[in-house]
């Protein structure tokens, strides 16, 4: 048998910062690294990291909740039997917790949401998962779940072990409105003064822009769940160098920008309520990750899904680094083209 041929296309990958956090989770000053064919990125992030230290607390983080989802799909005789079923399980959550515990020391069950359609069953089933981003965690459990609950509810039979209301790797309501990986707000207070000299624009402005692009833009062009410029840009770069599973960008790009004029100054916030990311698990063993992720104080002796945390906060702040530049920039006719003409030729 033949082995697989690696190829190793490395991606150009920069430290940029420092950027300055505060919260319930972090206070300190750190660079992060970012690992993209986009170059003037780094710059632009670049630019956010040093406004942020020219405010008081720079950028605020608060990570609100967390889970991982999988979805199964049962069938039922009828759209009554399903639900009856469903009422049921929603009882006895103890129990299919100590199936769970089979499969990981780490996975919880927290949560079940359902969708009837006909006599399908659709039950989103929610997880903490420690450190890990839990896509196979959740898997797994899932897995040992359905004979348990094939089982107890013989009325019910099996048809498959993801059925999409998860939803992985897909723009969809569903993660926005109940959550899936963590759920990050950043927010800064940037004085005028500093908007002015640094990002050569007006607090006025870039709340403008916010609502006229963001906003209505997105609306426009039928956005799901999200209304920002370029979420998914920080996103991948930051996902390529802490050996995340980049395809999740999909859904951690849909995200808010809120921006707000108080007293002359401008109050700016990113809003990631789909940030999957994990300090270990697949993608963590490579060097480069490794040394990465330690380098972010994310691979240190800390309770259980606190390094995950922290890694969340440290990529939801430098998002908010990058889409500020970006939406500053573009308040000045021709600053945008000017900079990627200057950078990349």
């Keep these: 048998?033949?082995?697989?041929?690696?190829?190793?296309?490395?991606?150009?990958?920069?430290?940029?910062?420092?950027?300055?956090?505060?919260?319930?989770?972090?206070?300190?000053?750190?660079?992060?690294?970012?690992?993209?064919y986009e170059t003037p990125l780094w710059p632009s992030v670049g630019r956010g990291a040093r406004v942020s230290n020219l405010c008081e607390g720079g950028i605020k983080v608060s990570v609100l909740?967390?889970?991982?989802?999988?979805?199964?799909?049962?069938?039922?005789?009828?759209?009554?039997?399903?639900?009856?079923?469903?009422?049921?399980?929603?009882?006895?959550?103890?129990?299919?917790?100590?199936?769970?515990a089979t499969s990981s020391r780490f996975a919880k069950l927290i949560d079940m949401h359902s969708q009837v359609v006909g006599n399908l069953i659709y039950l989103r089933l929610e997880f903490t998962t420690g450190d890990a981003s839990g896509h196979n965690m959740v898997t797994n459990a899932a897995d040992k779940?359905?004979?348990?609950?094939?089982?107890?509810?013989?009325?019910?039979?099996?048809?498959?072990?993801?059925?999409?209301?998860?939803s992985d790797k897909k723009a969809t309501a569903v993660n926005?409105?109940?959550?899936?990986?963590?759920?990050?707000?950043?927010?800064?207070?940037?004085?005028?003064?500093?908007?002015?000299?640094?990002?050569?624009?007006t607090p006025e402005k870039v709340v403008d822009l916010n609502i006229k692009k963001n906003l209505i833009g997105t609306l426009m062009a039928g956005g799901i769940r999200s209304a920002n410029a370029h979420f998914a840009n920080m996103l991948l770069a930051f996902y390529l160098a802490t050996g995340q599973d980049a395809a999740n960008i999909i859904e951690g790009?849909?995200?808010?920008?809120?921006?707000?004029?108080?007293?002359?100054?401008?109050?700016?916030?990113?809003?990631?309520?789909?940030?999957?990311?994990?300090?270990?698990?697949?993608?963590?063993?490579?060097?480069?990750?490794?040394?990465?992720?330690?380098?972010?104080?994310?691979?240190e002796d800390r309770e259980a899904g606190a390094n995950a945390r922290r890694l969340a906060a440290i990529c939801g702040a430098t998002v908010l680094c990058g889409e500020l530049s970006l939406l500053a920039a573009q308040t000045n006719p021709g600053e945008l083209m000017e900079a990627h003409l200057k950078l990349e030729r």
Excluded at 14 to 32: A, N, Q, T, Y
Excluded at 68 to 79: H, K, Y
Excluded at 176 to 198: A, H, T
Excluded at 291 to 296: G, I, K, T, V, Y
């Design 253 to 299: 790009s849909q995200g808010v920008v809120h921006a707000e004029v108080r007293d002359g100054d401008l109050y700016f916030s990113c809003t990631l309520p789909n940030l999957i990311v994990g300090s270990v698990g697949n993608g963590k063993g490579i060097d480069f990750v490794e040394e990465n992720l330690q380098r972010l104080g994310c691979r």
């Design 145 to 166: 779940l359905i004979p348990w609950i094939l089982q107890q509810y013989p009325q019910l039979r099996y048809s498959s072990i993801s059925a999409n209301y998860c």
């Design 1 to 36: 048998m033949k082995a697989h041929k690696i190829t190793q296309a490395p991606i150009p990958m920069r430290w940029v910062g420092p950027l300055k956090l505060s919260g319930h989770l972090i206070d300190e000053k750190i660079s992060v690294p970012l690992a993209t």
């Design 65 to 100: 909740d967390e889970r991982m989802t999988r979805s199964i799909l049962l069938e039922a005789q009828d759209a009554y039997t399903a639900q009856m079923a469903i009422n049921s399980l929603q009882s006895r959550k103890p129990e299919l917790n100590e199936v769970v």
């Design 176 to 201: 926005g409105i109940l959550g899936r990986g963590k759920y990050v707000v950043c927010e800064i207070l940037i004085p005028r003064e500093v908007c002015q000299r640094r990002l050569s624009t």
